[in-house]
Structures are given as C-alpha cells and as structure tokens.
C-alpha cells in the first residue's frame, strides 16, 4: 500500500479520494484502488509460485477462531522476503517502457497513466496486464 501512496503522490494526486474503496477520513481509498488492479499481476502470481513450489506449507498458517487462517510469524517472514526479492530482481514488460522494468516501478507507470487519464490527457486508463 505504501509503494502505491507514494506513486500516487509522486503524480501528484490525492491517495485519500479514489473510486472502487469507500471513501473513510485516514483510509487511502485510491492507493487500495491501486493495489486491487495490481493484485493479478503481482500478489496472486507471486503467492500461487510460493505455494506451487512448496515454499509456503501448512505449517506456515494459523486459525485462531473458526473459519480464519492467517500465516503464523515465519509464514509471513517468507511472503515478505520473497516480495522484496521479486520486486527488487525481476523485470517485467511495460507498455509504457522500451525496456523492461524493475516491478517496483510498475505502481508508478499506473499512477501516471491514471493522472494522465484524469487531467484528460489520454483518452482511457489502461490497466497493467501480465501476459
């Protein structure tokens, strides 16, 4: 959410006043608006890989009241690591770029299409797709 706040910003538009999240005083609607259209393309991607190559096990989850499951402590060391790893080393392909791109960089690439969209400067918002 932090990376998507700071894209937002760096655009210069509000992370507090998005469209899909119910507006709430200190809930940066926009910013989980953002993080919603990346969801696909980064955080499912990266969780299926971690489970399809048994990096993340059973053992890594907790339910403590019926009908939850969180990952325990080292679970969620895992999920971080393995997060700051991919968004440090792999590249992705952007349409916006002639070459390929940190995946750190992609909230921003999105930030700036949305502001371009907004300020009407470009016709529609294209969504980032992995392909």
Known sequence: MQECISALETVGLDPQVGYLHTLRPGR????LDSMEALCPAFADRLA????????????????PQPNTMY??????????????????????QHPDASEPVPWRLVPCLQARRLAQVLRGDAPRYEPFLIR
């Open 48 to 63: 299926l890989r971690l489970i399809d190559q048994n990096i993340i096990r059973p053992e890594h989850f907790e339910s």
């Open 28 to 31: 940066p609607a926009l910013a």
């Open 71 to 92: 990952l325990n402590e080292e679970g969620r060391r895992i999920v971080l690591k393995a997060y700051e790893l991919r968004r440090q080393r792999e590249t992705v």
